[in-house]
C-alpha cells in the first residue's frame, strides 16, 4: 500500500476497505464485509465549497476508485458462453469502479450519492473502452451481451439530527438498487437500510442506544427474487471479492436488525450488549428463516 497526500487530495495504490454509509452495522453499498480490494484511489481529504450560489450546497467530498476483484471463476458471453472451471480462478479478474460524492447542505443534514460498476473480466479485457462504456447511461443490457456496460449500482445514504435535539437524537440510512440511475427514484426496487442513535438516554447519561434494520427483499417488487448482488455475466456472483460480498452481510434476499446499547464507565472503559437478527426469505431460499 502506498499513499501521497497534496493540496488537500489523497492518491493511494493497494488494499483497501471502504465504508460508504453511516450506518454502524454495514453498508449496503461497499463495506469491509469482504477482503480489501487492490485499487487505485483518489479522495478528498478536507472538505470544500463550490463558488457563487452553488455554495449552498455545504462542504463537499469527493471519492473515486478503480480496483479488480479476486476470487471469480467463472464469466458469461454471449459470444464465447461460460468461461472458466471450478476450483480455478479466471486469469483475468473482473474490474470495480465507483465513485461517491458528499454533501452537507445544514449542520444538521449530510446526503451522498454514489454508484459502482463490475465490468470486465475472463474473455473481456480492460481497455479504455470498455473503461469509458462502464460509465454510459440508460438501461443495462442481459448480462453477457455484448456491448454490455457492466453491473451496475447506485445508491445514497444520509443522516440527520434533529433540530434542537441535535445532541440526543440522529436518523440516518442508506439505500441502493440495480441498474436504475438511484433509488430515490425506484424505492420499491431498491434496498433499504435505516437507523436511529441516540448518544444519552434522559435520566442515563452515561448510556447510548442504536438502532438498525434493513432488508433486500423489496416489499413491492415482485419480479425480485434474490436479485440483488448478482448478474448474469457473473454467474458465480457479481459483487463478490474472494468470495465474500463486497455489500451487506443482509446478503441477496435478507432481513435483519440489529441493537447496540454502551454503558460508558470511563472515556476509554466500558460495557456493551449487541443484539443481531437475520433471516432470508423463503421465496429465495426453500425454508429460509432465521
Known sequence: Y??????????SFGKQSLWWSPTQGGPLMFSDNADPVNMFRISRVSPFKLPWILGWLGPMRLEWFLGQLDGHQFVFQTDTGIV???????????FLQGQKISLK?????????SSTTVFAGGPGALTWHTFLRSYSLGNTLHGGDVGDPGD???????????????????????AFTEDEFSPLGY??????????YMPRIPGFPKLD??????STVPPDFSGC??????????????????????????????????????????????????????????????QGGT
Open 105 to 113: 447542505p445544514t449542520r444538521n443534514f449530510e446526503f451522498s450519492v
Open 2 to 11: 502506498v499513499g501521497l497526500n497534496f493540496a488537500n487530495w489523497q492518491v
Open 225 to 286: 427474487n434474490g436479485c440483488f448482488y448478482v448478474n448474469g455475466h457473473y454467474p458465480d456472483g457479481s459483487y463478490l471479492n474472494l468470495g465474500s460480498l463486497v455489500g451487506s452481510w443482509l446478503g441477496r434476499a435478507g432481513q435483519g436488525e440489529q441493537v447496540w446499547s454502551t454503558y460508558w464507565l470511563s472515556s476509554r472503559n466500558k460495557i456493551q450488549f449487541q443484539f443481531r437478527h437475520q433471516k432470508v426469505d423463503g421465496d429465495y431460499l426453500p
Open 84 to 94: 472458466g472451471q471450478f476450483g480455478r480462478p479466471l486469469d483475468r479478474q473482473p
Open 209 to 214: 442506544l442504536r438502532l438498525e434494520g434493513g
Open 187 to 196: 424505492p420499491r426496487k431498491s434496498a433499504i437500510r435505516g437507523g436511529v
Open 152 to 174: 451496475r449500482r447506485s445508491g445514497v445514504d444520509f443522516s440527520y439530527r434533529i433540530p434542537g435535539m441535535r445532541n440526543w437524537l440522529t436518523f440516518y440510512g442508506d
